[in-house]
């Protein structure tokens, strides 16, 4: 069992205002994640899953409550420290893949990495090794638009951990792949938990993820209503 | 920055756009610079044939400007200054003054130069656009007058030439050369109130042997009025020596109205461009924003993964300093392959309509282009700095995308 205190939050609240009328996104949210972790979070749409995630990786700041990432409150941050919070700490995995479509498989892997500031000899090794270990090598000099789904999303995935972060934070990731090409993916973070120790929060009603995961919160109106480890 | 290119070649219709929008304005720069550069160096060499040289030593006077000018009785030791100085290439003396030129039944005011017609060719084309009979030689008792002079007086080459010098230091004098040489210049007023004699012959009608009224002296390596500061530092030399009751005049003082033309063409060339310049930025500013708006998701992305505001905008400045870059480069080249294309040629031959203009105003027939590596490369580099200012507005834009907004963008 895991046990360095990665990720916590208290009492987390996120209201959006909007014309008038508040909606409540996050409604007191304590939450905490260790090191090595493999969690998902459920729950229904407009539960609010994405929008912790967001305040998690400090893509959002929460209208109340605090979030702490590796022993560094994120309140108070200016936008330029939280970008630099997220490049070295956190990485993403989004629904849509957003890779950038202008550069190949191989330098949207390394992305990160350059502006990390990683000399590109260096960043280009290790992007090559993670894209081997991926199973996507062959598609490294291709651009996103030339290669399947399931390809970008795993180059995504290999971007995302490449560069060795503390948590990965995954916004359902399988939503747009079919089910084979789901469940190798799926197989491939899981390995790459258990054999690398990478920490994932998957935010995801996807059965088979949900399947796979150590940990399982429910989220439902905001609020965290189970907290199941397996 | 490959990814900057990258995004350039993408949308290569805009691309080409923004960077004609960038060409063109360093292209018309370049090529404006060489017609007004040409048209300085013309004015300003021919200027200076035709009436002044770049500067004179002369009596100093209380009479108001445009008289008659005071003589000077004994000139020798003031020619041996001036021809003493350092800077000074060339020099000769001159006399001149007003007159009444007459024909048995009629009259003109007009202005009689007395030179030495050996020098006075290094400064003077009225001897090149002699188009009947000869130039005066030293010591002839000879006038030459323009063919406009003689038609309004009815005269013929060969005839005697009255002339009737009123001179406030000495009176009233008369001489009468015969006409041996009749010029055709393009400006007909030159041709209507120039008449050139012998100094003698000039000394004759003042009735003062040796006397001048001017040292006229050129300096050395003036190519144009961006040379003139060459002729300030020899005015001031001259001017620390020149004994009491002496001046030292330079160019733009003997010549305002041409200096006055001077200082305003090329502020009134810049002011020009600079319009020209600020569309350019527009077009680039305008088609960069379009981008970004299109790239919204993207630049959400990549502010999400970790870059900052300032590398944001450092992606999208990359792209203008490329598109700038190129087409600036681009323009100033083609620009100058131009310009030196037609130097080639022998430059642009003017209609008739524009021949007599261009006359008046001191210049050549044929329009020659002139410009320096300086001016092509400031004209880049003036285009760069726009496009890259224009290119801030948008990559600021970029840089406050908050990333959750951008990346929910379609």
Request: aromatic residues 0%.
């Given at each position: 069992m895991p046990e360095q205190l990665l990720l916590n939050t208290i009492d987390l609240k996120k209201v959006y205002e909007t014309k008038g009328a508040s909606t409540i996104a996050l409604d007191g949210v304590d939450l905490e994640l260790h090191a090595g972790e493999f969690t998902a979070i459920a729950g229904p749409s407009g539960s609010g899953k994405s929008t912790l995630l967001h305040l998690l990786g400090g893509l959002d700041r929460p209208t109340a409550g605090e979030v702490h990432l590796d022993g560094v409150a994120?309140?108070?941050?200016?936008r330029d420290e939280l970008a630099r919070l997220r490049l070295h700490k956190v990485g993403f995995v989004f629904q849509a893949y957003n890779l950038i479509p202008v550069l190949t498989v191989l330098e949207n892997t390394a992305f990160t990495m350059e502006l990390q500031g990683i000399a590109r000899n260096e960043r280009i090794k290790r992007a090559r090794a993670i894209l081997a270990e991926l199973g996507i090598e062959q598609y490294a000099d291709q651009f996103p638009n030339r290669v399947s789904g399931g390809e970008q999303q795993r180059a995504a995935v290999a971007r995302a951990v490449v560069a060795e972060p503390s948590i990965v934070l995954a916004d359902?990731?399988?939503?747009?792949?079919d089910s084979k090409t789901s469940l190798a993916l799926i197989e491939m973070m899981r390995r790459l938990n258990e054999e690398h120790g990478a920490t994932f929060l998957f935010a995801t009603h996807d059965s088979r993820l949900l399947d796979r995961v150590d940990r399982l919160l429910t989220l439902v109106d905001g609020r965290v209503t189970t907290d199941e480890h397996r | 920055m490959k990814a900057a290119i990258r995004h350039l070649l993408r949308n290569r219709r805009r691309s080409i756009l923004a960077l004609a929008a960038v060409i063109v304005p360093v292209f018309l720069l370049v090529l404006v610079l060489a017609m007004v550069g040409g048209m300085e160096r013309d004015m300003f060499l021919n200027t200076i044939r035709f009436e002044t040289g770049h500067l004179q030593v002369r009596r100093e006077s209380e009479r108001p400007k445009g008289g008659a000018l005071p003589l000077i009785r004994d000139s020798a030791a003031l020619v041996d200054l001036v021809g003493a100085t350092e800077g000074v290439e060339w020099y000769m003396v001159r006399l001149e003054l007003p007159a009444l030129a007459a024909s048995p039944d009629r009259s003109v005011g007009i202005l009689v130069q007395g030179v030495d017609p050996d020098r006075v060719k290094r400064i003077s084309p009225i001897y090149r656009m002699i188009e009947q009979g000869r130039y005066l030689e030293a010591g002839d008792d000879g006038v030459v007058v323009g063919v406009q002079l003689l038609k309004m007086l009815g005269l013929a080459e060969g005839d005697g030439l009255i002339l009737l010098g009123a001179h406030p230091d000495v009176g009233m004098g008369v001489a009468r050369p015969a006409i041996v040489g009749i010029f055709n210049p393009l400006d007909p007023e030159l041709g209507r109130v120039i008449v050139q004699v012998d100094l003698a012959v000039a000394q004759r009608l003042v009735r003062a042997p040796g006397a001048i009224t001017s040292i006229v002296a050129q300096v050395g390596g003036v190519d144009g009025p961006w040379d003139a500061w060459k002729i300030d530092q020899v005015v001031a030399r001259l001017a620390e020596r020149i004994p009491d009751g002496y001046e030292v005049i330079g160019w733009a003082e003997l010549a305002p109205e041409f200096a006055g033309f001077m200082r305003i063409l090329r502020p009134l060339t810049y002011g020009i461009m600079v319009i020209f310049f600020l569309l350019g930025g527009f077009v680039v500013l305008n088609i960069l924003y379009l981008s970004i708006l299109e790239r919204t998701r993207e630049l959400g992305v990549i502010a999400a993964l970790g870059a900052t505001r300032a590398r944001v905008m450092s992606m999208v400045l990359s792209e203008a300093t490329i598109i700038a870059s190129v087409g600036a480069v681009v323009g100033a080249l083609s620009g100058a392959g131009l310009v030196g294309l037609i130097e080639r040629l022998g430059g642009i031959p003017l209609p008739g309509l524009y021949t007599e203009m261009m006359a008046m105003m001191g210049m050549e027939t044929v329009l020659r282009l002139r410009i320096t590596g300086v001016e092509i490369v400031l004209s880049a580099l003036a285009m760069i700095v726009v496009a890259v200012l224009s290119a801030w507005y948008p990559a600021f834009k970029a840089a406050k995308l908050e990333p959750v907004e951008a990346m929910r963008h379609a």
């Open positions: 994120l309140a108070g941050m200016s359902e990731p399988t939503a747009n792949l | -």
